[in-house]
């Protein structure tokens, strides 16, 4: 059974950093694409990045460079880094795995969510 458990999540202030982690336990498969996304309140699931099994970044359009997204793959972990947070980046974020088509919304593993509020 896969599963995939966020990190690092928390109340912060406008302008600080956040590193969040998904960490991937069970069988995917080798080097699996992951991604993150986020949902607000009453909002829509939204695409925040992606990284493929060779490395490749795909990133929101609102994203412009305030979020990193890395992998560890020696530790099945991915990670998001958020800096120059502003309160409108206040989301549930949560990561997936293994890509089953469209890497900007086709997974086959989801995570739970690190919760990310952001104090104006």
């Known amino acids: 059974q896969v599963q995939l458990v966020e990190s690092g999540g928390g109340l912060v202030q406008a302008g600080d950093t956040l590193r969040l982690s998904c960490a991937v336990s069970?069988?995917?498969?080798?080097?699996?694409?992951m991604a993150w996304f986020r949902q607000a309140p009453g909002k829509e699931r939204e695409f925040v990045a992606a990284?493929?099994?060779?490395?490749?970044?795909y990133a929101g359009d609102f994203v412009k460079g305030r979020f990193t997204i890395s992998r560890d793959d020696g530790k099945n972990t991915v990670f998001l880094t958020l800096n120059s947070l502003k309160p409108e980046d206040t989301a549930l974020y949560f990561c997936?795995?293994?890509?089953?088509?469209?890497?900007?919304?086709?997974?086959?593993?989801w995570g739970q969510g690190t919760q990310v509020t952001v104090a104006s």
């Open positions: 997936a795995a293994e890509s089953s088509g469209n890497i900007y919304n086709s997974y086959k593993y």
């Open positions: 069970g069988r995917t498969v080798s080097r699996p694409a």
């Open positions: 990284i493929s099994s060779g490395g490749y970044v």
